[in-house]
Nanobody
Framework: QVQLVESGGGLVQPGGSLRLSCAAS????????MGWYRQAPGKLRELVAS???????NYADSVKGRFTISRDNAKDAAYLQMNSLKPEDTAVYYC???????????????WGRGTQVTVSS
């Protein structure tokens, strides 16, 4: 079984920073891409940022210049550094990874349970 566990969410004032972490564990053969999505109340889940094994990155327009995604392939981990946070960044943030399972021998999408980020004064 493969699991993703997020950490680092919380309450922060506008203009502040947070760093989210995502750790993958289990029967991992390889990780193709990792990313962060978010879902605000009453809205659809949306892509925030993604990164491939080759460290090619993609960002939502709304976070470009403020958020930075990175990964540590040796630790099977991904991170999201969020700066200049705005109230509209408030959402549950979910880690996603496309992982080839060592036992199943195929690539599937995996999701974490989410971590709440609240930006408010």
């Amino acid at each position: 079984q493969v699991q993703l566990v997020e950490s680092g969410g919380g309450l922060v004032q506008p203009g502040g920073s947070l760093r989210l972490s995502c750790a993958a564990s289990g029967s991992i053969f390889s990780i193709y891409a990792m990313g962060w999505y978010r879902q605000a109340p009453g809205k659809l889940r949306e892509l925030v940022a993604s990164i491939t094994g080759g460290r090619n990155t993609n960002y939502a327009d709304s976070v470009k210049g403020r958020f930075t995604i990175s990964r540590d392939n040796a630790k099977d981990a991904a991170y999201l550094q969020m700066n200049s946070l705005k109230p509209e960044d408030t959402a549950v943030y979910y880690c996603h990874a496309a992982i080839t399972d060592h036992i199943l021998g195929r690539r599937d999408d995996y999701w974490g349970r989410g971590t709440q980020v609240t930006v408010s004064s």
